[in-house]
């Protein structure tokens, strides 16, 4: 198996609740300061500031520090679901880069297509979000076969 993920720690109210606070988080970007909530996008950018010596936007920086500073914080509050992968750091690494280079090359993720895209009614973020389903879809049933 290559991925386990220990369901007696998964509850529902949980991911309703994390799937609200993405929603509203992406919402609160669109409506207070007119930027799409892609994380991609936003990673990428920062990164790109700080390779040209650009100074990073606020509004970026605070974004990424507060995704990583609530994980932090549920950490403090709720047990945090214990997740094994049965493949190497290496594959691993691999893996997470051909997500990142796909995000590049179809110019977002699932969060800009998926979240922000689908509730604009952008027909470029619906045909992303079938294609990037359809394969990931396809992965994990061959690679349960394999």
Aim: glycine fraction near 16%.
């Amino acid at each position: 198996m290559l991925f386990q993920l220990d369901f007696t720690a998964f509850t529902p109210a949980t991911a309703i609740a994390g799937g609200a606070l993405v929603g509203l988080a992406a919402g609160a970007l669109a409506l207070g300061a007119g930027k799409i909530a892609g994380i991609s996008g936003i990673l990428g950018s920062t990164l790109n500031d700080l390779t040209t010596r650009a100074r990073p936007e606020g509004w970026r920086v605070a974004f990424l520090g507060g995704i990583v500073a609530a994980s932090f914080i549920w950490a403090l509050f709720a047990p945090v679901p214990v997740a094994g992968f049965g493949e190497s750091w290496p594959v691993i690494a691999i893996a997470g880069l051909l997500v990142g280079f796909g995000t590049r090359m179809g110019s977002g993720c699932a969060s800009g297509h998926g979240v922000c895209g689908l509730s604009r009614l952008s027909v470029r973020s619906a045909a992303a979000v079938a294609v990037f389903m359809s394969f990931g879809i396809a992965t994990a049933v061959l690679s349960q076969r394999i």
